[in-house]
Every structure is written in C-alpha cells, then in structure tokens.
C-alpha cells in the first residue's frame, strides 16, 4: 500500500466565497505522482484520493432532513458550508434537494454571511430541483435586515427565473424590507407596478404596508386616500388599516385627528385592539397629556382590551416622567400579575425615578418585587440600584440578598 500523507484544510475555491472552506482530501505522496499520467478522467482523479469528512463523527447514512439539521445547529459558518459542499460532492448516493438548498442560504443570509450566496442560487438554478418561494422570501427578508434593500428588490426580481410564480408572499415581505430601509417611494412604485408588470394581487397586508410607508414619509393624505380606494380594488381595511393612519397623525402631533379616525374605527364596526388603544396613548404621553392617556386606558379596559407589555411600557415611562414613581411601581406589579416581563431598561427607569424623589427604599422592594415574581433582575438593574445606594450612602437589605 502506498503511503500517503494528511494535507490540512485548504479554501473553498468558488467564486463570491473565497473566505469560506471546503472538506480536503488526502493526497498521494511523491512516489504516486508517476501514476498520474494513467488518469484519464475526473472521476479517477477524484477516486485517488481519500476525503476527509469536516466534521467527526459524520453520519453513514445522510438524508437531506438530517443534513438540514446538521447545518441549523452548526454555530461555525465557514463549517457549515463546508459540510454543504461535503455531502454533495463527497458522500455517497447523496444528492441535494431544495431544502438544503433553503438551509445553508437562511444560516448564512441570517447571519449576514451573503457572499457564498450568488454561487449557491446559481448552482440552485442550473438544478432538476422544483424550487419554492420561501428561500426567497427568506433571503429578501435577510436582506432588509441587513440594510441591502438593493439586492432585496433584485432577489425579488429574478424569483421567476427559478422557475417560481411571485406571489403576494414574497411581493409584501419586499414592501417589508424597503418600509425597514426607509426607501418609502420605492413602496409607492412597486404598489403601483404590481398589478400589470408584476402579475400580483395585493391583499389587506399589501394595503397596510403602502399606508404605513406614506405615514412614515408624513403623508396621511395620501394615505386616506389609499384607505378610502381600497374597497375598489375589493379589499376590506381592518384594525391594523386604521391604526396605521393614527400612528401618522400621532407621529405628527395631531391627537384630535387621531382621535377622530379611532371613532370612525368603532362606526365602522371595528373593535380596537390593544395596539390601536397603545399608538393613542402613546400620543398623549409624548405631549404630556397624561390625563388624556390614562382616559385612553381606562376605556380600553372598559371596552373589555387587555393591555400588554408595550401599553404598560408607555404608561409606566409618562409614569415616571410625571414623577409619580409609586403609580410605576404599581403599574410594574399589575405588569408582573399578567405575566408580562419589563426589560431591563424600563425597570432603572422606574429606579431611576424612585431614588430621584428620594425613595431608595421603595427601589430596593421593587427589586424584592421582581424576585417574588420569578423575575431575575440582572446585572444592570443591579449596578443601577447600587449606584443610587452609593451616591445616598445608603444601604440596602433585600429578600434576595
């Protein structure tokens, strides 16, 4: 038997990856070279050397399900493609299908890693394999997260040429993407192409979206308009439709407009949600109308709307911007009964305010509060309540001490 020797990992040489790895084989020694003037094909040259798999142990028996799993869990990115590349090229019987395919892209466009993509969704293309829109609309997702609304729009644009029918899917998760990037007239000339260019139907969704990117741009004009064209094209406007208007006169200032537009909500038959009654007390809050915001809640209550943890976020912060620190504490003791977890930041809010009027004590039982709740405080609830305790010099005993 000849002797061979053990080459290390070597890069992925393809193009647009040139950061990433791929498995490496084995490869004969010096004295085998005289032999290489017997190979004729790839197939033999491939069959000189011995693979060595990326990782250990690695399955005898590889289904694409067990792959795409293998792939989830691994942590490491440049592993993960090389396990990609191993299984497709080096194991046998293996072949991949679609949902691989759909696996390596959402691990590396989630993690920002785009550079291998072009070549995968090449060799994807070139393939047998009967494609699905979700691999798009999972990389045009990615895409706006990243703040590449160019290529978001450019994935979007060639899902056709894989074989797959755009649908409103992939059409609303762009509108998405470009309302994230703030590229609004890029929502309004899409909408408007989407019908005769594009072949889609808009829905509700597709309707919420165009309102919410011209309220962005502070034109509820326009929007109104939109809201009141939308019957025509044969769709409904519902809840979200409507506090999508209100959110654009809040953001504007303008709270008798946004209170009018709640009241045609309920003449329409509507019944506000959380959210709509949430974006209205925002509003007072902001122009510190407190009075008014409670009013808001309390008839949400009234109208049988259970509040959630971004209403109580709101309320708590006016709270302690009024400095009425004990009605916060209060109001994060109703938050904690309703299984809702405040964040770090709004509970040193609530500290902040409390040892600000004086009452250190007071914060040192809320942070008793959360312990009894089964809510750990962390580090920087913690490093807040003792800054305000050094700077007093008090000292504190808590529950949980």
């Not at 028996?61 to 990609?84: E, G, H, P, V, Y």
Request: net charge positive; glycine share 4%; aromatic share 8%.
């Amino acid at each position: 038997m000849l002797s061979r020797r053990r080459i290390s990992a070597l890069r992925h040489m393809t193009t647009g990856s040139p950061s990433l790895f791929r498995p490496i084989a084995t490869i004969p020694s010096t004295d085998h070279y005289q032999h290489l003037s017997e190979i004729k094909s790839k197939s033999q040259l491939l069959n000189s050397y011995t693979v060595t798999p990326p990782i250990k142990p690695w399955p005898q028996k590889l289904t694409s399900k067990r792959l795409c799993s293998i792939i989830t869990q691994q942590q490491n990115l440049d592993l993960a493609l090389q396990i990609f590349h191993y299984a497709g090229n080096y194991h046998p019987n293996f072949h991949h299908t679609y949902d691989t395919y759909h696996s390596i892209i959402h691990k590396l466009s989630r993690l920002r890693a785009f550079e291998p993509i072009p070549s995968l969704l090449n060799e994807l293309r070139n393939s047998q394999f009967r494609c699905g829109e979700n691999v798009f609309i999972t990389l045009i997702r990615n895409y706006g997260i990243a703040s590449k609304p160019k290529e978001a729009i450019k994935t979007f644009l060639q899902i056709n040429d894989f074989g797959v029918t755009r649908s409103v899917r992939s059409f609303n998760t762009l509108l998405n993407a470009l309302v994230q990037n703030k590229k609004y007239d890029s929502v309004y000339i899409m909408f408007k192409n989407c019908r005769k260019r594009l072949g889609i139907l808009p829905n509700v969704f597709t309707c919420n979206i165009l309102l919410k990117a011209l309220c962005k741009k502070d034109d509820v004009e326009s929007a109104l308009k939109v809201l009141d064209e939308m019957p025509a094209m044969g769709i409904v406007p519902n809840v979200v439709s409507y506090t999508t208007i209100m959110a654009g006169y809040v953001d504007r200032g303008d709270m008798m407009e946004a209170k009018r537009v709640l009241v045609d909500l309920l003449d329409r038959g509507w019944l506000p949600d959380a959210t709509t009654y949430t974006v209205l007390m925002n509003g007072f809050c902001k122009l510190g109308q407190f009075v008014n915001a409670t009013k808001v809640m309390d008839e949400m209550v009234e109208n049988g709307v259970e509040p959630n943890d971004v209403t109580y976020s709101v309320m708590i912060e006016a709270l302690c911007k009024e400095k009425k620190s004990g009605e916060a504490v209060n109001m994060v003791s109703d938050m904690l009964d309703r299984k809702y977890v405040p964040d770090s930041a709004l509970c040193c809010r609530v500290i902040d305010a409390l040892c600000r009027e004086g009452k250190a004590e007071e914060a040192c039982k809320l942070w008793d509060l959360l312990l009894i709740k089964n809510c750990t405080p962390d580090n920087v609830i913690l490093s807040t309540l003792i800054h305000w305790l050094c700077k007093e010099g008090k000292e504190c005993v808590t529950e949980g001490s």
